[in-house]
């Protein structure tokens, strides 16, 4: 790596990290509901304590970046954590420097260029500095298409190609799988395009063997060992997912998974992008971005000047490496679009879209002036309509990352304690906030045990009366809105009221104006 790439990464870094410490440290809703929580969970064997609803999913979750955040947030001071968290997420810009260098003829300030947009965008620019993984899960990802694109440039220039290049891209792509299993969009995504470039069959069934073999055991390397884990204790080695298929009988014989913002009619599936640039409806929290409608549009017309020049049989000008970032990028719009359609998880596909719309652009128009008007044309447009999705992030670095207050009634009572918390059903539906996080904050010895909602509406497991000493205070961890419902769990199972909460205080609950009360209740 020369002077120039390391100076570009490095301020990458040093920029992206600057810039997660301006927007704050990040308490948004994954990180109070497990981020935290999983690898806590995992190193001190609280799943022998703590007992969840099969329908809090999240717990389940492969907690290995998790480690990454435990280990920031309980050994450095919280603006320093911010700071190295938003380091490590500005390696992307390298990334995609690096990527749009190999694509546009080795064009520096252009390339400089479309790292910025790549990274200004509506879910990559506030998730910076976040927890939720997904601007780390794209390094992965990142590097795989880098690999791809020296690997084709290669071959398609000498006819070489590197076998150990290939595996190790491969590798890559599947630690990144294993550490979010939502990355997985990008295996068939590679499969299909890899079958609709131009060469041998024979070979490239040969690199699809290599790359599933490749791609397997990057995802052992980073969860194998959480893999077994959920095999040994519910059968299913990626419970509760695909549930269908590996019949746990812990969860529903379902393969759940969040629809919640799937195309619902004809004319949403054909035309998805004009959709969500409006309304930012592919999100928890509306956005506003139109690459992917450009992109779109413009696909559409390569598309239509492909079949022309089909027909008039004049041979394509498409680069063997062009052709194949092109149709890596279709496919993987079209897995997400069709199963997933929440906008953080093609977090790479929104950093690259730049790339995208330059490269469609420059191969429509043959006039570089014109086409160096329509590429500007563009990127000032997309960057004076963004809006970005908006995080919970608390602008103060004062004490620790959480700085979490419990009431003195927790520090008086030493004998191990039970509370009672809600949390949602799979249904994602109107739910009370999850608390997790706060648990490693009580005294080791206090268990902590689930309550379903769907709505308003909870369920209670036959397992709960067992799990419920009777010479125990028992408490509800609670927000004001379910503490009715909460008081009725507590009814069903043979406490009453007492009477008697306490406030437990947060940097989440003052930022996000919420309150939490640990409430008594007793036989």
């Known amino acids: 790596m020369g002077v120039r790439n390391v100076s570009i990464l490095l301020f990458g870094m040093l920029g992206c990290g600057l810039l997660a410490i301006y927007f704050g440290k990040e308490l948004n809703w994954d990180l109070a509901n497990y981020h935290y929580y999983n690898p806590i969970s995992f190193l001190q064997s609280r799943w022998n304590i703590d007992y969840w609803p099969s329908t809090l999913i999240h717990v389940h979750f492969t907690p290995t970046l998790d480690f990454l955040t435990y280990f920031l947030i309980h050994y450095f001071p919280p603006i320093t954590t911010v700071f190295l968290l938003g380091a490590i997420h500005g390696i992307n810009f390298w990334l995609i420097y690096a990527i749009a260098y190999a694509l546009t003829d080795k064009r520096i300030l252009l390339s400089l260029l479309l790292a910025a947009l790549g990274l200004y965008g509506p879910t990559a620019l506030p998730g910076i500095g976040s927890f939720q993984h997904d601007n780390l899960v794209s390094l992965f990802v990142l590097s795989f298409i880098l690999c791809q694109i020296t690997l084709w440039k290669a071959y398609a220039q000498d006819k070489l ?33 890899l079958i609709c470039l131009s060469l041998p069959w024979r070979f490239k069934l040969k690199l699809i063997l290599l790359f599933s073999a490749s791609v397997t055991i990057g995802i052992i390397l980073s969860s194998g060992y959480w893999m077994l884990f959920l095999w040994q204790q519910y059968q299913n080695p990626i419970y509760p997912l695909w549930n269908a298929v590996f019949h746990s009988p812990y969860f529903p014989a379902i393969n759940w998974h969040d629809a919640r913002f799937l195309p619902k009619t004809l004319s949403q599936v054909l035309f998805f992008p004009f959709y969500f640039s409006l309304d930012g409806r592919t999100n928890d929290v509306p956005f506003r971005d139109f690459r992917f409608a450009i992109c779109y549009v413009l696909v559409i017309a390569c598309g239509l000047q492909f079949i022309f020049s089909k027909m008039r049989r004049r041979k394509s000008n498409a680069s063997l490496v062009i052709t194949w970032f092109l149709l890596f990028f279709i496919f993987s719009y079209v897995f997400w679009q069709s199963y997933f359609s929440i906008m953080r998880y093609i977090v790479v596909l929104e950093m690259l879209s730049p790339i995208l719309i330059y490269l469609l652009l420059t191969s429509l128009i043959s006039d570089k002036t014109i086409a160096f008007a329509f590429v500007s044309l563009s990127f000032f447009f997309i960057a004076i309509t963004l809006t970005p999705a908006s995080m919970v992030r608390a602008p103060w670095y004062q004490a620790d990352y959480f700085n979490v207050k419990l009431p003195s009634v927790v520090t008086l009572n030493q004998p191990s304690q039970t509370v009672l918390t809600p949390f949602p059903a799979y249904a994602l539906q109107t739910h009370p906030r999850p608390q997790l996080y706060l648990i490693p904050f009580f005294p080791k010895n206090w268990r902590f045990i689930g309550i379903s909602y769907t709505g308003m509406e909870y369920t209670l497991s036959n397992k709960l009366p067992a799990l419920l000493q009777s010479n125990q205070s028992i408490y509800l961890l609670v927000t004001p809105t379910y503490l009715a419902s909460m008081y009725q769990v507590a009814m069903k199972l043979g406490f009453v009221n007492h009477g008697h909460c306490y406030r437990v205080a947060s940097d989440r609950q003052r930022i996000t104006g919420e309150k939490l009360l640990l409430c008594a209740v007793s036989r």
């Open 161 to 193: 190609f590197s076998r150990k290049l290939f595996l190790f891209s491969g590798l890559i792509l599947g630690v990144g799988v294993g550490c979010k299993l939502t990355t997985g969009l990008f295996i068939p995504a590679y499969v299909l395009s």
